[in-house]
């Protein structure tokens, strides 16, 4: 056994790294933790979690070795996941997703597909290339995240430290997941928080953000603008694909009660004369509340600003989220104690550091953002 014990076992986590990757440590998917084992350690860590008389103290005691711990740390990353796989997503409903394979910046490749269908080919003529101006290239790559956690050793003799236990495995799953949905809203939001990402929402862009109030007549006008969007390439006219709104907490009840509308009575006046007309609502899109805009976007615009954006899986994905291949889900790790007794043998971790006795663990999470195609884009500061 190593020094410094590693739990990176959820979601193949580091199914793909040696243990090269991680040195002076093992790699817990390397080292068998038999089920006997698990077992107990989840038996204990429920006993004591349930405050159950004594299991405090038969905790602590197990903790003494080596194989316990990995044991412990092991369910406790594989509750994380699964309390992490549970959470909402909902930046997921408006973001494609890519992986990369390193740190390196990743080539993003968007095909604005400014042809439709093959062309004829005459007998024994070479076939046409495809339009290699109907592209685009942007660079995407992930960053690292994470925080470390520290609590005393006093806290753990004290029985105190068991809460902190129980509490872990949401601490960092609930933390990795706001940490993916703030790296997909910041394709929307400026760097800065301040307000709509003029980076991407640009005049250049034909995307520029105006000011339109979110009601149904400025969503329709919206996507009857969508619908005739031409390519820059071609000129021609682009089939837009599925669209959806975006907005933030403040503005559900609003685009709950455009899309509830069935029906839609309007008057017009010509020559002294009125004339009433009744139709369908034809808006017929979706839409997506996203309350991480509502945190994130600390501009003073931010409770009335809504975007329209392409659904993730369809032509000219917009935004884009990236991760680590094998890297996916976060992961926990539990730093050593750093010391040896005297007489030999390696010191738990949770017997406290060589340097002040804290016991340290900390959450890490990969990811990274970029924004894509812009046709089929808009955003209002709603005021």
Not at 250 to 279: C, W
Not at 339 to 367: K, N, T
């Amino acid at each position: 056994m190593t020094n410094d014990i590693q739990v990176l076992h959820g979601n193949a986590a580091v199914e793909a790294a040696s243990d090269a990757d991680f040195p002076g440590s093992t790699n817990p998917r390397n080292y068998r933790v038999s089920e006997a084992l698990m077992d107990k350690a989840m038996t204990l860590l429920d006993n004591a979690f349930r405050g159950k008389w004594g299991a405090d103290k038969a905790l602590a005691e197990a903790f003494s070795t080596s194989d316990f711990t990995l044991a412990a740390f092991a369910a406790i990353d594989t509750e994380m996941q699964r309390q992490f796989d549970d959470l909402p997503s909902t930046w997921r409903q408006y973001t494609d997703t890519t992986t990369v394979s390193d740190f390196r910046p990743k080539r993003l490749l968007d095909k604005w597909r400014n042809t439709i269908g093959f062309e004829q080919v005459p007998e024994l003529t070479e076939y046409p290339a495809e339009d290699a101006r109907g592209k685009d290239v942007n660079e995407i790559a992930v960053a690292k995240f994470g925080r470390r956690y520290a609590i005393s050793w006093e806290a753990w003799i004290n029985s105190e430290a068991i809460q902190e236990f129980e509490d872990l495995p949401g601490v960092i799953a609930r933390q990795a997941n706001e940490t993916e949905a703030i790296n997909a809203v910041s394709n929307l939001i400026a760097a800065n928080r301040s307000g709509v990402n003029t980076n991407f929402f640009k005049a250049g862009n034909n995307n520029a953000p105006t000011a339109l109030p979110l009601t149904l007549d400025n969503l329709d006008s919206v996507l009857d603008i969508m619908a005739a969007r031409k390519s820059a390439i071609s000129g021609r006219m682009v089939a837009a694909p599925p669209l959806q709104v975006v907005v933030p907490q403040t503005l559900k009840r609003t685009i709950e009660r455009i899309l509830a509308v069935r029906t839609i009575k309007k008057t017009e006046t010509s020559g002294g004369s009125s004339t009433e007309f009744e139709f369908d609502n034809y808006v017929g899109v979706d839409y997506v509340v996203d309350p991480m805009l509502d945190y994130w976007n600390t501009g003073s615009k931010a409770a009335t600003t809504w975007f329209v954006l392409p659904k993730p899986k369809t032509t000219r994905p917009a935004v884009w989220a990236a991760f680590l291949r094998g890297h996916e889900q976060p992961d926990i790790r539990v730093k050593s104690a750093g010391s040896q007794r005297v007489g030999g043998g390696d010191i738990s971790p949770l017997a406290g550091s060589f340097e002040i006795d804290d016991i340290q663990y900390r959450g890490r999470h990969i990811v990274g953002h970029q924004t894509g195609d812009p046709t089929f884009t808009y955003a209002s500061n709603g005021s």
